[in-house]
């Protein structure tokens, strides 16, 4: 299966080889549990301020910046553009009510592949839509000593959001890597689409609601049911990596 899809990959890329440097690991539903507190809080936020949004819609908009979520549904729904103060306003009630749940766990199999990831050389970094000002404590406390904040991309380094490539094409640049050294980890639609766009191999882990075949259809080279499946997964997946060539 491994070997099949990396075949696929190269070919359709032009690449000779995965010559493995970097992994780009998304934040919200990959390393944390976070996806459900977030999606109950556009819900509800959303709600309030006379818009329509459901929780299994904003998993769809997972990895979008708030602002293009808010603009989105103001289109859909009044015909143009949400202010830029009601754009501020939504999205600090949003950020108030999702910071109202009890912090979100690591996600199950994140701190083992990680670990693995780090012992054989190879660059963890993150690659998120969030501007949570507290970010890199967070990783810290929850993934000691393995992420490093010059090499994070953050909603605040970006002008574009996924699923537009800018922030993997970002990654790539400040790991200074090529695309066929890096694979993505994703669990969002427009995650996967955004690490597809910019000629990364990428992985999608489905740790939420979404059906398998929406992860798929937007490009995904493997998918894995769990990060649980894919730690335990990982040295076999990386051998393959090692031993790709056309």
Do not use: C
């Not at 979520?69 to 143009?80: A, C, P, W």
């Not at 694979?183 to 995650?191: D, F, K, R, S």
């Amino acid at each position: 299966m491994y070997k099949e899809a990396i075949h696929n990959y190269l070919t359709s890329r032009g690449y000779n080889s995965i010559n493995l440097k970097a992994v780009l690991f998304d934040m919200d539903g990959v390393l944390f549990n976070s996806m459900p507190s977030h999606a109950k809080s556009w819900h509800r936020v959303m709600k309030k301020f006379g818009y329509n949004l459901s929780e299994q819609e904003a998993y769809m908009h997972e990895g979008r910046t708030g602002s293009s979520t808010i603009n989105i549904v103001s289109n859909r729904e009044r015909g143009h553009d949400a202010t830029q103060e009601e754009i501020e306003t939504i999205y600090k009630a949003k950020t108030v009510e999702f910071n109202s749940f009890p912090k979100s766990e690591r996600m199950p199999g994140a701190l083992e592949v990680l670990t693995q990831i780090s012992s054989q050389g190879l660059i963890p970094m993150v690659v998120t839509g969030s501007g949570q000002k507290s970010l890199l404590d967070r990783l810290n406390k929850n993934f000691p000593d393995i992420f490093k904040e010059e090499l994070m991309v953050t909603a605040y380094d970006v002008k574009h959001g996924k699923p537009h490539p800018e922030p993997y094409l970002m990654a790539l640049e400040k790991a200074g890597i090529k695309a066929n050294e890096a694979v993505v980890i994703e669990n969002a639609p427009l995650g996967v689409q955004a690490g597809v766009a910019a000629g990364i191999f990428t992985i999608a882990v489905n740790t939420g609601p979404l059906d398998d075949n929406i992860l798929l259809d937007e490009g995904a080279n493997l998918l894995f049911p769990s990060m649980n499946s894919f730690a335990e997964s990982w040295q076999d997946l990386k051998n393959e990596f090692d031993n790709s060539s056309l």
